[in-house]
């Protein structure tokens, strides 16, 4: 995958429209820096992709068609244990990099983030990762480490690979229930240590 580039951001002072735009990319922690969003994709492209009716679908097409991928400047982490209970010894924490973007046009590049389908083409060729699963999970996001969080559009859940296990038919780690969820568990950063 390509080497992301990292820019200095001016700062700016909080505005009416900061605080819109923050609304706008729908993530419930006002902490998270979420940036450099390719225009948005039009339902009657998103559709298609998504031809099952699943719990989160519409919250997916909405997020898609008012921002296409962006950059979490700052990091962005999501803890299991927001909303699931974990077993002694699961991992709890997840790091997000990026939401990936739907190319607009064939082969289209973009400086600091990835494409889906870039992603899709890799995962198949690199790591002869399934057609039906490829068919199944979109790769709408990934971490620092190059692997990869999935968008189920049969039943909406999202689950993650690391990439170096990869097979044929990848075992997933169940993330949240539904893109919404998965969304709102999205912080800027890392909980405080608890004491020992």
Known sequence: MRETKHHAEAPHQPTKKLNQMKKHTQFAHSDVNFNDSL??????????????????????ISFYSNQ????????????LEDF??????????????????FPAFEKQENQRL???????GFRK?????????????????GDAGDNDFWLNTSTGSISYTI??????????????????????????????????
């Open 39 to 60: 225009p948005g994709i039009g339902r009657d492209k998103l559709e298609p992709l998504l031809p099952h009716d699943f719990p989160g679908r519409d919250y997916f």
């Open 68 to 79: 296409n991928g962006g950059y979490f400047d700052g990091g962005a982490y999501i803890y």
């Open 84 to 101: 699931h209970n974990l077993n002694p010894g699961d991992r709890d924490l997840f790091e997000i990099e990026a939401f990936h973007f």
């Open 114 to 120: 990835t494409s889906i389908s870039e992603v899709i």
């Open 125 to 141: 060729i690199a790591h002869n990762v399934s057609s039906i699963f490829l068919k199944e999970n979109i790769p709408f996001a």
């Open 163 to 196: 990439t170096n296990e990869l097979t044929h038919h990848p075992s997933t780690i169940f993330i949240a229930p539904d893109f919404r969820t998965f969304c709102d568990a999205i912080r800027g950063s890392l909980k405080p240590m608890r004491g020992h």
